[in-house]
């Protein structure tokens, strides 16, 4: 994206501008928001400079920067973010909702070795719809797009509340991960379409504050609804939010009518071909990771999913570089060299950061015996550093208006981190808050640059890809989580069977009803004799210490992607 303006996207002849407050709302620059509540305070210039008012009101452009590229809008963010605010808190609670309620969830339902589908099946539809929504919003418009997922999501969650198995589930929370994606990209989308390049980290720290805030508060909450009403209620509760959401952007936000084509020409524009391909790919590598850990690597039906999915991804980039007419992923900004350094670096380093969320849970649960409630707490230090790395990120870039070593050091925080995580889990010595030290490193490392990448992403998209080349970072980022969770719960989940086997081996049927019982419910260990339950703990511990080994893989991974970023200079406006 231009380091000045964000151009209109172009879509089959037609421009899809901006999008615009209801007329009925003041229109005033950020700067003029920054003196009457000291929330974006600025020393550089508006970023809605030279737009004139009744030109926004009618939604064209008043005029051009020197590059040709439209200006800014002159919007009421007051107003605007506390509406996209909503969307983004909820996003936030509902990932550690999961995180710090999978051991509940899957006692509860006698489902615990398939817990990693509440995730992964999450993840599956928020890996497709996530860059999907790119090219959506450019079709049907922002606000649009916004509400859909935001009804979508709701639905989803109110499902997950009233699922009766583990299948159900799974496919509620498939259809939240719909709705999800596009809360989470169409709101980027947004506000780069409002915020100038050197402010848009800063914006992007601001953001991240409602991010960490909600990730702050849902575990812990998760963990206490869990332990008291019971999990369920952690995702019914978040319907009447969604809805809240919902009536928020819908009453704030004004689009004008910028193209008048019937609904049945503008979805024959959407890529379903490149779409169910991706789902395809997706899902076999994900059945394949899965069903390795639980029936063996050697079984026919672990060996067909995984030799099938390097070809679905092939054929996935054959139908977007090749067949679709408008791809929601197209070759010329996925496989640009800038481009493709940053997709890489941000889908290593959320699949390393997931991961170790992922099994770390399992870990404080299993190996420490803490409750769902505290396990939960544990994560609080983390989510604050990861707060602070992004919004210090933010404000070193908006000073020095460059981001390259922000990022490459962000990474390189995330492989030292590891090493106390490893050494705390038991491989030196048993130490929670040794474990929570090495979190709260690898998280001031991803929260700084999980915020430099998208800048990065933005310095260096063609200005009439921007908000496709925003939406495919999403798409990268969830390959990443649903990588990262799935290689690292195979690696435990395998670890744990060897290591029960081993430790009780002296009756092999037992050994076998022990190993069965307490991949099914964390709350088993509570029933075993109190000299197998600290020896089924200790096989725990032994496993999340191998789980570590391909979380650091991954984030090495991201810390040599990031060296290939391109820097570019980012102006003031």
């Known amino acids: 994206m231009?380091?000045?303006?964000?151009?209109?996207?172009?879509?089959?002849?037609?421009?899809?501008?901006?999008?615009?407050?209801?007329?009925?709302?003041?229109?005033?620059?950020?700067?003029?928001?920054?003196?009457s509540n000291?929330?974006?305070?600025?020393?550089?210039?508006?970023?809605?400079?030279?737009?004139?008012?009744?030109?926004?009101?009618?939604?064209?452009?008043?005029?051009?920067?020197?590059?040709?590229?439209a200006p800014k809008l002159k919007v009421n963010m007051k107003a605007l973010l506390p509406a996209l605010a909503i969307g983004i808190f909820m996003v936030a609670v509902d990932q550690t909702l999961t995180i710090a309620t999978y051991g509940k969830m899957g006692s509860d339902l006698n489902a615990l070795n398939s817990t990693s589908w509440i995730s992964t099946s999450y993840f599956l539809t928020l890996t497709v719809f996530q860059p999907l929504y790119g090219r959506l919003s450019d079709i049907f418009g922002r606000k649009e797009c916004l509400l859909f997922a935001y009804a979508v999501f709701g639905l989803g969650c109110l499902g997950c509340g009233l699922s009766r198995d583990i299948v159900e589930l799974c496919v509620a929370r498939a259809?939240?991960?719909?709705?999800?994606?596009?809360?989470?990209?169409v709101v980027t989308i947004l506000v780069t379409d409002l915020v100038s390049l050197r402010d848009r980290g800063l914006f992007q720290g601001y953001i991240n504050i409602v991010y960490t805030s909600g990730m702050a508060s849902g575990a812990p909450i998760g963990g206490l609804i869990a332990d008291t009403i019971g999990w369920r209620w952690a995702f019914a509760g978040q319907f009447p939010l969604s809805l809240v959401a919902w009536l928020a952007v819908?009453?704030?936000?004004?689009?004008?009518?910028?193209?008048h084509s019937h609904w049945t020409e503008k979805v024959m524009r959407i890529d379903f071909l490149g779409a169910f391909t991706l789902v395809s790919a997706v899902f076999t590598l994900l059945f394949g990771l899965d069903n390795g850990s639980n029936e063996g690597w050697s079984q026919r039906i672990t060996i067909i999913p995984l030799a099938l999915t390097p070809l679905l991804f092939a054929l996935f980039l054959f139908i977007e570089i090749k067949v679709a007419s408008v791809p929601f992923a197209p070759g010329h900004v996925i496989l640009d060299p800038p481009l493709l350094a940053v997709y890489g670096a941000n889908m290593f380093g959320v699949a390393s950061q997931m991961g170790v969320s992922f099994f770390i849970a399992l870990f404080f649960q299993a190996a420490v015996g803490l409750s769902a409630t505290s396990s939960g707490l544990m994560f609080v230090p983390s989510t604050a550093f990861g707060l602070t790395g992004s919004l210090g990120g933010g404000i070193i870039m908006r000073r020095t208006g460059k981001y390259?070593?922000?990022?490459?050091?962000?990474?390189?925080?995330?492989?030292?981190?590891?090493?106390?995580?490893?050494?705390?889990?038991?491989?030196?010595?048993?130490?929670?808050?040794?474990?929570?030290?090495?979190?709260?490193i690898m998280a001031l490392g991803s929260g700084s640059s999980?915020?430099?990448?998208?800048?990065?992403?933005?310095?260096?998209?063609?200005?009439?890809?921007?908000?496709?080349?925003?939406?495919?970072?999403?798409?990268?980022?969830?390959?990443?989580?649903?990588?990262?969770?799935?290689?690292?719960?195979?690696?435990?989940?395998?670890v744990l069977r060897t290591q029960l086997a081993a430790a009780l081996g002296g009756d092999s049927d037992k050994a076998r009803e022990i190993e069965e019982g307490v991949r099914q419910s964390l709350d088993y260990i509570r029933t075993l004799d109190p000299a197998i339950a600290e020896t089924v703990r200790a096989c725990y511990a032994v496993?999340?210490?191998?789980?570590?080994?391909?979380?650091?893989?991954?984030?090495?991974?991201?810390?040599?992607?990031?060296?290939?970023?391109?820097?570019?200079?980012?102006?003031?406006?």
Do not use: H
């Not at 737009?51 to 920067?65: K, L, S, Y």
């Open 2 to 35: 231009s380091s000045e303006n964000a151009a209109p996207v172009f879509t089959e002849g037609t421009a899809e501008t901006t999008p615009l407050l209801k007329k009925d709302v003041s229109v005033v620059s950020v700067s003029a928001q920054s003196q």
């Open 38 to 69: 000291g929330t974006f305070s600025s020393s550089s210039n508006s970023v809605t400079s030279n737009f004139p008012e009744n030109d926004v009101e009618n939604g064209q452009p008043g005029g051009t920067t020197p590059n040709g590229n």
């Open 175 to 185: 259809v939240a991960g719909i709705g999800g994606g596009g809360m989470n990209a």
């Open 250 to 259: 819908f009453f704030v936000l004004d689009l004008p009518k910028t193209d």
């Open 404 to 440: 390259y070593w922000i990022t490459v050091i962000g990474y390189t925080l995330m492989v030292l981190g590891i090493a106390p995580a490893v050494s705390f889990s038991g491989a030196v010595v048993k130490s929670t808050v040794g474990v929570i030290v090495g979190l709260c």
């Open 450 to 494: 999980i915020t430099s990448t998208l800048i990065a992403i933005i310095a260096n998209a063609n200005p009439a890809d921007s908000a496709v080349a925003i939406a495919c970072s999403y798409l990268f980022r969830s390959l990443g989580t649903t990588l990262g969770v799935s290689i690292s719960t195979a690696v435990l989940q395998q």
């Open 543 to 573: 496993a999340v210490q191998w789980a570590f080994i391909p979380a650091a893989v991954l984030a090495a991974g991201a810390l040599v992607s990031s060296t290939f970023i391109k820097e570019k200079k980012l102006e003031g406006r």
